[in-house]
Nanobody, 120 residues
Framework: QVQLVESGGGLVQAGGSLRLSCVAS????????MGWYRQAPGKQRELVAT????????NYADSVKGRFTISRDNAKSAVYLQMNSLKPEDTAVYYC?????????????WGQGTQVTVSS
């Protein structure tokens, strides 16, 4: 089992910045990849960015490339999302996801979500 707790959401004006944090606990050693997803009202949940827990490989949605940066701190079992040049269309609930691997197969875990609201 992995538990995820997000923080750092809030209200910001367009062009501003926010930094989201996600701290994992539980079966940390089983986590292979972590990521941020978001869901706007009336829309499906979509990928924002992912990062492997080993190495530096990252993946970003086209809509956030050049504006958002995902990073991790394995010592703190944390992953971060630095969001710059925010736009109103970035408004959504942001969820942290941990992708794990174990003898029983891959299992994904989700955090509770944190609201990000960008005003125009």
């Amino acid at each position: 089992q992995v538990q995820l707790v997000e923080s750092g959401g809030g209200l910001v004006q367009a062009g501003g910045s926010l930094r989201l944090s996600c701290v994992a606990s539980g079966s940390i050693s089983s986590i292979r990849r972590m990521g941020w997803y978001r869901q706007a009202p009336g829309k499906q949940r979509e990928l924002v960015a992912t990062i492997f827990t080993s190495g530096e490989m990252t993946n970003y949605a086209d809509s956030v490339k050049g504006r958002f940066t995902i990073s991790r701190d394995n010592a703190k079992s944390a992953v971060y999302l630095q969001m710059n040049s925010l736009k109103p269309e970035d408004t959504a609930v942001y969820y942290c996801k941990a992708m794990t691997s174990s003898w029983s197969g891959p299992i994904d875990y989700w955090g509770q979500g944190t609201q990000v609201t960008v005003s125009s």
